[in-house]
């Protein structure tokens, strides 16, 4: 799941920093790197019973991994 993905779900930052259990400025660091690691985005999904779904894809980290070095 995307950042805006999210936001939209839950509303605000404040709203998926308490899902996830981290603060605000760490939300906003999530926001500046690109997005949520995957093990955030699983939790997300389920604080979201669904709604949201967890992809490899959208982690900022994976991005890296995946480029073509």
């Known amino acids: ?5 999210a936001l939209n779900h ?3 930052g404040r ?3 308490d899902a996830l259990g981290v603060t605000s400025s760490r939300v ?3 926001r500046a790197t690109g ?3 995957y093990p955030m985005q699983c939790v ?3 604080e979201s019973s669904g709604a949201l779904i967890a992809k490899r894809e ?3 980290a ?3 991994k995946n480029s073509a070095a």
């Open 1 to 5: 799941m995307t950042y805006d993905e």
């Open 58 to 60: 959208d982690d900022p």
């Open 15 to 17: 709203a998926i920093g």
């Open 35 to 37: 997005g949520f690691s």
């Open 44 to 46: 997300l999904e389920k």
């Open 62 to 64: 994976s991005t890296l």
């Open 28 to 30: 906003s660091q999530c």
């Open 10 to 12: 839950f509303g605000t």
